[in-house]
């Protein structure tokens, strides 16, 4: 039989699923990384306690990091920078990128708040050093003043309308999560996350040589 004439039937395929051996340890490590990760402080204090589980953070540099990430949210940039600052001053100085992206959402809040004075002076004394050294900087420093020239208007493009959007505000917080993460040695990505694009990828590559009940196609009671 040809390898691509395979087909695994639902009753083997839930046999060979029921013989993988997932330790309960296993289990609590992955849940504890995703209250981590996503910020339930609370939530992993009670569960460490429960399941006898060691934390890879301090519970205390879970607050701070969804502080910092709650004031991004509302537009609070400078409070974000100062908080970062705090939990590790080295994360700004060493990351070129996330520091120019702060300093962006500032000048959007900047035109947000109607504050075109402020605006114009801030982009100049602070991100068009920035951009001098960085064609993909200039690159958004310039369609970030785009901005400007819609204040009044009913329509934004929406090539930079996303600027002002919520959305922008949670890019900016997720890239800032993800560097303090970083610098506590802690996964960037929930492993939880990363299981699912594997089976994903995997039954991708499997269904190319065999037929076989997919995740989706199975019950659980």
Request: no cysteine; proline share 3%; aromatic share 6%.
């Amino acid at each position: 039989m040809s390898l691509s004439a395979l087909h695994i039937y639902n009753e083997e395929w839930d046999r060979r699923l029921h013989e993988v051996q997932v330790s309960k340890g296993d289990l609590n490590r992955l849940i504890m990384d995703y209250l981590v990760i996503e910020g339930y402080k609370s939530a992993a204090e009670e569960f460490a306690q429960e399941a006898g589980v060691v934390p890879p953070v301090d519970f205390e540099s879970i607050e701070s990091r969804m502080k910092v990430r709650e004031a991004l949210q509302r537009g609070d940039v400078e409070d974000a920078i100062v908080r970062v600052n705090e939990l590790n001053p080295q994360i700004l100085d060493t990351n070129h990128a996330l520091f120019f992206h702060l300093q962006q959402q500032k000048l959007i809040e900047y035109i947000r708040q109607g504050r075109v004075l402020e605006a114009l002076q801030f982009a100049q004394e602070e991100l068009a050093q920035l951009g001098e050294h960085s064609p993909e900087f200039l690159s958004e420093l310039e369609r970030t003043m785009s901005l400007l020239a819609f204040e009044h208007s009913t329509s934004t493009p929406s090539a930079i309308a996303d600027l002002l959007s919520p959305a922008q505000r949670m890019k900016t917080a997720g890239e800032v999560n993800a560097a303090i993460l970083e610098s506590l040695d802690q996964g960037k990505e929930v492993k939880l996350v990363q299981l699912v694009k594997l089976l994903s990828w995997g039954q991708g590559t499997l269904k190319e040589h065999a037929e076989f009940p997919k995740v989706r196609d199975i019950g659980f009671s």
